[in-house]
């Protein structure tokens, strides 16, 4: 249960801190030019770089003095500033997708209407991108739940304070004991499960309201 409930705690402080900065990320991404590629290759380095590589550079840049003049290895600030890293694919490309989809034309005719930039954004593109925004907060939450590799090289497994649901896994199979990782497993299994049902779910529309809403 302790490391059930660290790991809920990483997850929603992961979620409260990244969405936001998400949604500011893919909005301003539309807007950029030659360097839109490269941002966009940088944002989704985490998906493809192996846990030990993305591990190795956030211990090397946390440990010491680390960029905040204090040591951030092995404590809970230190795995929060890595799961939000490893986090930024799963939060942007889904709400950078979903601002992407609006018709240009809409955002014409709220020019010409007169709204600022910042109305257009509170007022259409938001409400807009609410399915893109919804998913991004699922995916963002299940894969914090269920992150291993950098967690372990950057906060080890001091209990309560570093080691997660999906570390206290490997430490009882490590044990031999086979009915406590089997029951934290199938924990993780079911989140999965539904966080993908949900993010399915508000990604897809009925044929026939599809058909409704094109016409």
């Given at each position: 249960?302790?490391?059930?409930?660290?790991?809920?705690?990483?997850?929603?402080?992961?979620?409260?801190?990244?969405?936001?900065?998400?949604?500011?990320?893919?909005?301003?991404?539309?807007?950029?030019?030659?360097?839109?590629?490269?941002?966009?290759?940088?944002?989704?380095?985490?998906?493809?770089?192996?846990?030990?590589?993305?591990?190795?550079?956030?211990?090397?840049?946390?440990?010491?003095?680390?960029?905040?003049?204090?040591?951030?290895?092995?404590?809970?600030?230190?795995?929060?500033?890595?799961?939000?890293?490893?986090?930024?694919?799963?939060?942007?490309?889904?709400?950078?997708?979903?601002?992407?989809?609006?018709?240009?034309?809409?955002?014409?005719?709220?020019?010409?209407?007169?709204?600022?930039?910042?109305?257009?954004?509170?007022?259409?593109?938001?409400?807009?991108?609410?399915?893109?925004?919804?998913?991004?907060?699922?995916?963002?939450?299940?894969?914090?739940?269920?992150?291993?590799?950098?967690?372990?090289?950057?906060?080890?497994?001091i209990p309560g304070e570093t080691k997660t649901v999906s570390i206290a896994i490997y430490d009882?199979?490590?044990?031999?004991d086979t009915v406590g990782a089997g029951a934290l497993s199938f924990i993780l299994l079911a989140?999965?499960?539904?966080?993908?049902?949900?993010?399915?779910?508000?990604?897809?529309?009925?044929?026939?309201?599809?058909?409704?809403?094109?016409?």
């Amino acid at each position: 249960m302790e490391a059930l409930i660290l790991s809920l705690k990483l997850a929603i402080w992961t979620l409260v801190l990244i969405l936001p900065f998400g949604v500011w990320v893919a909005h301003h991404l539309q807007s950029m030019g030659k360097a839109r590629s490269w941002i966009e290759a940088a944002l989704a380095l985490p998906l493809v770089l192996p846990p030990t590589v993305l591990g190795y550079y956030l211990l090397v840049g946390l440990g010491g003095k680390s960029i905040l003049g204090i040591p951030l290895v092995f404590s809970f600030t230190g795995i929060l500033i890595a799961s939000l890293i490893v986090n930024l694919p799963f939060a942007i490309q889904p709400i950078q997708r979903a601002f992407e989809a609006i018709n240009p034309e809409i955002r014409e005719a709220a020019q010409v209407s007169g709204l600022s930039q910042w109305q257009i954004f509170r007022l259409i593109e938001l409400p807009l991108a609410w399915r893109g925004i919804t998913s991004a907060a699922v995916l963002t939450f299940a894969h914090t739940l269920g992150e291993f590799g950098v967690i372990l090289m950057v906060g080890g497994a001091i209990p309560g304070e570093t080691k997660t649901v999906s570390i206290a896994i490997y430490d009882k199979v490590q044990s031999f004991d086979t009915v406590g990782a089997g029951a934290l497993s199938f924990i993780l299994l079911a989140t999965s499960l539904i966080a993908i049902a949900i993010s399915y779910g508000v990604f897809s529309r009925h044929p026939s309201r599809a058909k409704k809403w094109r016409s």
